[in-house]
């Protein structure tokens, strides 16, 4: 495989690329400190990028790097071969041993790359139970993910089954290096200093961040086509974006990329009815054409142009999955929405539009990044529990979003998906 079609990009070799989103990963988005352990999940055809990384880690002074593979056929081999009752199994014991690195400080970095439709074609019954018996053995590592106990990052990596997605009408090695390209690109390693690149980034989604706080709206409202939305957000909410302190006291950047600032909606007060602006990719399915309709918090009313089933199932998980656990703004100009593609990714199509995700609330969005208040607090202040926290698009250059005051005055937050400064 060649990787010869950086044209766009940049004129630097792949593997110095490689080694560039490394450094960024290890120093922006993990911070990781000298003698912290870090813990990597990754797709088995992402082993160059993991290389890489573990390679900056141990530069960076780690102590020891534990890289977990992942392998769609051996997924694939199990929704052919595995006895029915098997699909309520899954691997709580490394979820478990997960959760214990954690606790005892080590950072966390997952490398997405997967097959955006590897399940597709799967006994959706099969994937429900799989997904929930998995969501359901890895809460004791999510909990410790979701409030910042220990410092974590994302990546992505292109892989061939991914680029066929992005770039079916390409050979496959001009998809892969096509892909690389829009990863390299949006992660803002092809300039000449990406860790300053990424200072600056931090800074201006920090005022966004700020601005936002300063108002401390009591809903947002969304409306375009196919929507009309009132996003009541929790009391004492903070808009969280870029950079955060993790409660082990390190700065991390959790998405990379990431253009969104996002905050905590108050899961009884939701109403109204939505559309969504891109498909949602979710563990292998893609759903496609999301129309809900809220009411008091909750979806009363679900559809789905392709996946409908499989959101189904999605909103039987548990009584918070049809509740809302975060709402995001992004620009619909971000670098990412420019790129004019669809990834079927969540880390990239969250980040080329204003979303909201069914599911668990992050403590992290309220006051004093949630410090000191218990689950009761934050339940009594309306942040959402749920197994599942799934992102989806609902915004674009044609939806309109204000911030609603305490007193129901309407205040323009952003104007044809562009922030009204
Ligand atoms: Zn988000
Ligand atoms: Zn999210």
Known sequence: MTHAGNAMGSNRPHEARLARLAEVAVKVGLGLKRGQELVITAPLETVPLARAITEAAYKTGASLVTTFYTDDAATLARFAHAPDEAFDT????????????????????????????????????????????????????????????????????????????????????????????????????????????????????????????????????????????????????????????????????????????????????????????KPLSYQGTLIEGITVKFSEGRIVEANARTGADVLAKVLDTDEGARRLGEVALVPASSAISASGLLFYNTLYDENAASHIALGQAYSKCFRNGGEGMSEDDLAARGANRSLIHIDWMIGSAEVDVDGLTQEGRAVPVMRGGEWID
Not at 96 to 106: E, I, K, P, T, V
Not at 210 to 233: I, Q
Not at 248 to 272: L, W, Y
């Open 90 to 277: 899954a691997s709580g014991w490394l979820y478990a041993g997960m959760a214990d690195a954690y606790r005892n400080g080590a950072a966390r970095l997952a490398i997405a790359g997967d097959d955006p439709s590897l399940l597709a074609g799967q006994d959706p019954a099969k994937v429900a139970r799989a997904n929930r018996a998995r969501s359901k053995a890895y809460v004791p590592a999510l909990e410790l993910i979701a409030n910042f106990s220990t410092n974590w990052t994302i990546v992505s990596a292109a892989t061939l089954p991914w680029a066929r997605t992005v770039f079916p009408d390409e050979p496959d090695d001009v998809a892969v290096a096509k892909l690389w390209d829009a990863i390299f690109a949006a992660s803002r390693v092809d300039g000449d200093d990406p860790v300053a690149a990424w200072e600056a980034h931090n800074s201006a989604l920090r005022s966004r961040t700020e601005s936002l706080n300063y108002h401390r709206f009591a809903a947002l409202h969304f409306k375009g086509p196919g929507t009309d939305l009132t996003v009541g957000l929790a009391v004492d909410h903070e808009w969280c974006g870029g950079a955060s302190t993790a409660r082990n006291g390190i700065v991390c950047n959790a998405n990379i990329p990431t253009e969104e600032v996002f905050t905590t909606p108050h899961k009884s007060r939701v109403d109204g009815f939505v559309t969504s602006t």
